[in-house]
């Protein structure tokens, strides 16, 4: 009978990674809209489910993706990314995840990951500081966000 309980979570547990999807967040120096804006990450903001993965890829030289402070759901792991290598993360912790590239933060290259449509960290993350074009980088994710889930986007 243990034998079998034992299998079954085995074959419980596969089964949910066998649901988990890889989102791929581009990594770029311009838009491909054909945007004037330099240095972005595509998509910039994204909406997954606890356990996907997201890989950043380095399209082009300079990136990297690392997590901001203040803007990650109680508990979650903060990450720093090597510039120019691709970077595979989970997310288990449902939240608001804003992430930078190192480099490029105040030009504006900021993203959010919003997983399990959990934005109960949403004020944290807002109240969270940033300089330069960060600032109005971050301002508009917060409204695409508030557009696309109805929350609070001031």
């Given amino acids: 009978m243990r034998t079998l309980i034992k299998a079954l979570l085995i074959t419980l547990a596969l089964a949910s990674q066998a649901f988990a999807e890889n989102h791929q967040v581009l990594m770029l120096n311009a ?4 945007s004037d804006h330099p240095n972005v990450f595509e998509p910039a903001l994204l909406f997954i489910e606890p356990g996907d993965t997201v890989t ?11 997590s ?13 990314g090597a510039i120019d290598e691709e970077l595979t ?4 912790i449902p939240g608001i995840y804003g992430y930078v590239c190192s480099p490029h933060y105040t030009m504006g290259m900021v993203g959010l990951i ?30 695409q966000l508030g ?6 986007s001031q």
């Fill in 31 to 34: 838009a491909s809209n054909n």
């Fill in 56 to 66: 950043f890829i380095a399209t082009d030289p300079g990136h990297n993706s690392a």
């Fill in 68 to 80: 901001w402070r203040g803007m990650l759901p109680e508990g979650a792991e903060s990450w720093n």
């Fill in 89 to 92: 993360i989970e997310f288990t």
């Fill in 114 to 143: 919003v997983v399990g449509g959990d934005t109960s960290n949403l004020e944290d993350a807002r109240r969270a500081r940033h300089q330069g074009d960060a600032r109005g980088a971050f301002r508009d994710l917060f409204e």
């Fill in 147 to 152: 557009a696309a889930t109805g929350a609070e």
